[in-house]
């Protein structure tokens, strides 16, 4: 089966559409989206990339991203949203590559949250990104059906273009994780934290944290404490996240400085 039709935007209607189909995405008015049609529009006028993905002329996917520091050298991917499972989000984010490349952009970055599995295992494994800070309450409590009301951690995560194109294979992150610590484990569905001083440590997700948020804030607050605390204090030391064990655990290495 072909693959979804991937176009930039340029006329209001496609924006107002594009805009609609965040409302319906987030859960939220479509008096008040994630990213309105106005800005789409001025982002589209000023140069930066905004562009859906069409499936049997129907609009199933959209991209908003925008020139980002260091100037030059950096674009900044604000949002994406699509229909999951079909491959939509990969064919957008490969599109939005070879919109940066032929501009002499060296890489994309965006943030995301951290305790949505599905997000990392596509951001750190399909993609290749790699997170490079931890960004706590980056946009205030969040009141839509994707975030539910919880505090909006996220990481910055950065897309290296000019790193070989292939997507890391499904091993990539067991390498070497004999001698891994569980810095924090997912025991029961709840978080446990463990020794943090080993080279190499395991930070676990919860299963699905968005069911969680509506089912027991209270366990969904727990974890994102944990995370905070845990993926965010390695960060912070200087520590890198190599990669995403079992579709469930970050996999963090500890240079010797952090490690110390």
Do not use: C
């Not at 993609?127 to 910055?156: C, K």
């Not at 943090?196 to 968005?210: H, M, N």
């Not at 969680?212 to 030391?237: F, K, S």
């Amino acid at each position: 089966m072909n693959g979804p039709e991937i176009r930039e935007l340029h006329a209001m209607e496609e924006f107002a559409t594009a805009s609609r189909l965040y409302a319906r995405i987030w859960g939220r008015d479509t008096t008040s989206p994630p990213v309105s049609a106005e800005v789409m529009r001025a982002l589209s006028h000023a140069g930066n990339y905004v562009a859906g993905a069409y499936e049997d002329g129907r609009l199933i996917g959209a991209s908003v991203a925008f020139f980002g520091d260091p100037i030059a050298t950096t674009l900044h991917s604000h949002i994406t949203g699509a229909a999951m499972g079909r491959g939509i989000g990969l064919a957008l984010k490969l599109h939005q590559r070879q919109w940066a490349l032929a501009r002499g952009l060296k890489r994309i970055t965006w943030t995301y949250d951290p305790l949505i599995r599905r997000n990392a295992h596509f951001n750190l494994v399909k993609l290749g990104a790699r997170p490079e800070e931890y960004l706590t309450s980056f946009y205030g409590a969040m009141e839509d059906a994707i975030n539910g009301g919880d505090e909006s951690d996220r990481v910055l995560t950065a897309w290296d273009l000019t790193a070989p194109t292939e997507t890391l294979t499904p091993g990539y992150a067991s390498v070497g994780l004999a001698a891994a610590a569980h810095a924090l484990r997912n025991h029961g569905g709840r978080p446990e934290t463990g020794p943090a001083d080993a080279a190499t440590v395991l930070v676990d997700l919860p299963d699905d944290i968005e069911a969680l948020r509506r089912q027991d804030a209270g366990a969904a607050r727990a974890w994102r404490l944990a995370v905070r605390h845990t993926l965010g204090g390695l960060l912070a030391e200087g520590a890198r996240v190599i990669g995403f064990h079992d579709r469930r655990s970050y996999v963090v290495h500890r240079t010797p400085t952090s490690a110390a």
